[in-house]
């Protein structure tokens, strides 16, 4: 019982402390070039989706001083129409959420609502959906990830939008589905 105990205390320091952790999160800064999408694609057959994003400089592979000040950091291919997204994201800042790579570059999928004019003003963060399984690759500037088509929230014909983006605090947002955090925007990285 000491050790239920212990655990839950420690559980409850950890998620109030990531919460405090993104509400102090330096303001949202002008992201470096590796993180702004120029351009991408989405493709799928019957089993397997790959889905690119080119940056406008190399994309860092593992954590860089800008991750670490960020609570999210990622790049998205969205439908708008829906606000349903497939994103891979990188973010030591609040912990770990995945089992496949949860230190570097990893996949979820999520719920979004546009602010104002989309995507200039970003979106709310509504919900993290799942934590698919996927094979992601860097060369460069470029990102390819490849996944089951089963676990993307639509077809990518539907996808209208490759962002890059940064999680930010997002007054007025609401508490984000399936996560112990409220209040996040997603805002799209432009150069």
Not at 66 to 93: C, K, M, R
Request: glycine share 10%.
């Amino acid at each position: 019982m000491t050790k239920t105990i212990l655990f839950g205390a420690t559980l409850a320091a950890v998620i109030v402390a990531s919460v405090f952790v993104i509400a102090e999160v330096n303001a949202f800064q002008t992201a470096p070039l590796g993180f702004v999408a120029i351009d991408g694609d989405a493709t799928s057959t019957a089993n397997s989706a790959t889905l690119t994003v080119k940056a406008a400089a190399d994309i860092p592979r593992f954590p860089t001083d800008y991750v670490n000040s960020q609570a999210i950091v990622g790049f998205g291919w969205a439908d708008l129409g829906t606000g349903e997204a497939f994103i891979t994201t990188i973010h030591p800042l609040i912990g770990r959420d995945s089992h496949q790579n949860p230190d570097a570059w990893h996949a979820h999928t999520a719920s979004l609502t546009p602010i104002g004019t989309v995507p200039d003003d970003g979106f709310c963060l509504n919900s993290v959906n799942s934590t698919p399984e996927a094979g992601i690759q860097i060369q460069g500037d470029t990102m390819i990830v490849k996944a089951r088509t089963s676990t993307l929230p639509y077809s990518t014909d539907d996808v209208n939008a490759i962002v890059g983006f940064t999680v930010v605090g997002g007054p007025g947002c609401g508490p984000v589905g399936n996560t112990p955090f409220a209040n996040l925007a997603v805002q799209v990285n432009i150069p």
